[in-house]
T-cell receptor, first 109, second 116 residues
Framework: EDKVVQSPLSLVVHEGDTVTLNCSYE??????LLWYKQEKKAPTFLFML????IEKKSGRLSSILDKKELFSILNITATQTGDSAVYLC?????????FGTGTRLKVLA | GAVVSQHPSWVICKSGTSVKIECRSL??????MFWYRQFPKQSLMLMAT?????????EQGVEKDKFLINHASLTLSTLTVTSAHPEDSSFYIC????????????FGPGTRLTVT
């Protein structure tokens, strides 16, 4: 059965900390791994990963995919209160997306 | 737990016809369901929010007469694309929210709509 598991479920850190969010997946005919940031209702797209070992970076956020071990991580360095959100990962299969339940990150000032 | 299904997974229809997509929460009651459309580069656009037993709330720019949403029960919401056109071809994803938090959503696998 296809599934995506994110960990931790919830995380509270202080501003300036670095966090690593994990996403493991088992998806038939895997095509890509996507990360989203959800602050209100609509998730904001962050990264799409298709190749192993190639880091994608956007400002303080970076992500990498390991297709052999079937996981991805999302790193956020020098966290800010504005990073507080739910971070979702989704694995794309054939004509479907399997979403994880998200990691709720709270950054304290 | 918290499984959401969508049916069908993929549908191809002709221009001018209507298509209904179902979103079901399988093992929990969802007072709120959200419908998204996926655009190029994987961005998700919220189309509407539906609450069980009441009219859906549509986001600005979404035609409510074209995208009919019904949330007849705590486990089922439907999106009907009426008079479909090729530009409606997209990936439609629903999510179901638990009663206690509108931000805690569980996503369905999506439905790919192709209008020829």
């Amino acid at each position: 059965e296809d599934k995506v598991v994110q960990s931790p479920l919830s995380l509270v850190v202080h501003e300036g900390d670095t966090v690593t969010l994990n996403c493991s997946y088992e998806v038939t005919n895997f095509r890509s791994l996507l990360w989203y940031k959800q602050e209100k209702k609509a998730p904001t797209f962050l990264f799409m990963l298709t190749s192993s070992g190639i880091e994608k970076k956007s400002g303080r956020l970076s992500s990498i995919l390991d297709k052999k071990e079937l996981f991805s991580i999302l790193n956020i360095t020098a966290t800010q209160t504005g990073d507080s959100a739910v971070y979702l990962c989704a694995a794309e299969g054939t004509y479907k997306y399997i979403f994880g339940t998200g990691t709720r990150l709270k950054v304290l000032a | 737990g918290a499984v959401v299904s969508q049916h069908p997974s993929w549908v191809i229809c002709k221009s001018g016809t209507s298509v209904k997509i179902e979103c079901r929460s399988l093992d929990f009651q969802a007072t709120t369901m959200f419908w998204y459309r996926q655009f190029p580069k994987q961005s998700l656009m919220l189309m509407a929010t539906s609450n069980e037993g009441s009219k859906a709330t549509y986001e600005q720019g979404v035609e409510k007469d074209k995208f009919l949403i019904n949330h007849a029960s705590l486990t089922l919401s439907t999106l009907t694309v009426t008079s479909a056109h090729p530009e409606d071809s997209s990936f439609y994803i629903c999510s179901a929210g638990l009663a206690r938090s509108s931000y805690e959503q569980y996503f369905g696998p999506g439905t790919r709509l192709t209008v020829t």
